[in-house]
């Protein structure tokens, strides 16, 4: 006989599992990196890359004398200014989601079904229930870790 498991029981056992991940901070910028673009870090370090060797450029103008001293610093401010702004956090499109990555449970209850379930394949290899009880949770690296998570994952 199978034994069956009621949703509403497993979801609040999950919900309270989920609830003990704390995002670290040192994870934000590469987490809102990837929201404002499919490449990541890569996209920000490309952009960093191009906005230097244009300062380089300038630079090497204004040793030749082809740019005067004003034409340089406002030029060269301007590109400083970009690169200071060039972060993941400082992008207008992310200043949302840093309160929800500094709250995960605030976050995973504005999550669609799909996606929490998405978010569960990411984080765990597998959940296991007996008795209508989470027994075993075993969690991809590096979220056993951040879960506070036996190494065997087993729950009690």
């Known amino acids: 006989m199978l034994d069956t498991l009621r949703a509403d ?4 056992q999950i919900a309270q599992l989920i609830n003990r991940l704390v995002i670290p901070h040192t994870w ?4 809102l990196a990837y929201y404002v673009s499919d490449d990541g870090m890569s996209h920000f370090e ?5 906005l230097r060797q244009q300062l380089a450029r300038y630079q090497e ?3 030749r004398g082809h740019l005067t001293s004003a034409q340089f610093e406002q030029r060269s401010g ?5 690169l200071q702004q060039l972060k993941p956090e400082a992008q207008a499109e992310t200043a949302a989601l840093l309160p929800l990555l500094q709250d995960f449970p605030a976050l995973w209850k504005q999550l669609s079904i799909g996606g929490q379930r998405n978010l569960l394949k990411t984080m765990f290899a597998g959940l296991y229930f007996a008795d209508s009880r989470l027994r075993r949770a075993l969690a991809h690296e590096p979220f056993g870790e951040l879960l506070g998570l036996p190494g065997n994952g087993m729950m009690e």
């Open 9 to 12: 029981l497993m979801k609040e």
């Open 28 to 31: 934000y910028a590469t987490i």
């Open 46 to 50: 490309r952009q960093g890359y191009n």
């Open 61 to 63: 103008l204004y040793e």
């Open 78 to 82: 301007d590109l400083v200014r970009q």
